[in-house]
């Protein structure tokens, strides 16, 4: 199984800041990574795909990099509906396997 | 727009069977890949497996000798077996779509059901 490991695994970020989070894969997982947010008692909602492609209806503000084994999620300006926890998962081979979360609070 | 709603029982014995169902509306349940996705309590996301339109799976090795994913196309809906349950598939569990248009990332969810697994 490909291991998916997120940094950090919490973060305190004020209204405005920039904030990013980084997901390493224990191999390579060529484009096929994701992103979802989840806030609490919600299902998760896709955020990017492909590494850096945003979904449909995701404010601009979130924004994907990254290649091979390592990638990040980026909010550029942070907004008080960002606190969630995120998510990373690698759609490269079976089984998909998801990283173990970073939970984002607001200052 | 497409929504997935799952059903079934939030109280399972150890040793028994789970099933759950996760009915699709407002689109067809053909032509796409289906996944179910838990969730421990506290815990991050665990994918289970998937079926896909013409009804071909694949399964988390971790659960393989115990799930079963299986299609309903004349209902819309798709369905999970998950036997030999203990405590600790205690979770809430989510059907979950591949999106082709969004990479065959999970692009639409449904809201998820809790299922306890206790005595």
New interface residues.
Partial sequence: ?IQMTQSPSSVSASIGDRVTITCRASQGVS??L?W?QQKAG?????LI??VS?L?SGVPSRFSGSGSGTDFTLTISSLQPEDSATY?C?Q?NS????????TKLEIK | QVQLQESGPGLVKPSETLSLTCTVSGGSIGSYYWSWIRQAPGKGLEWIGYISYSGSTSYNPALKSRVTISLDTSKNQFSLSLRSVTAADTAMYYCAREGYNSGNAFDIWGQGTMVAVSS
């Fill in positions: 199984d484009s096929w994701v979802y919600k299902a998760p909602n896709l795909y492909d492609s979904q998510y998962q759609l079976f089984p998909y396997t998801f990283g173990q979360g």
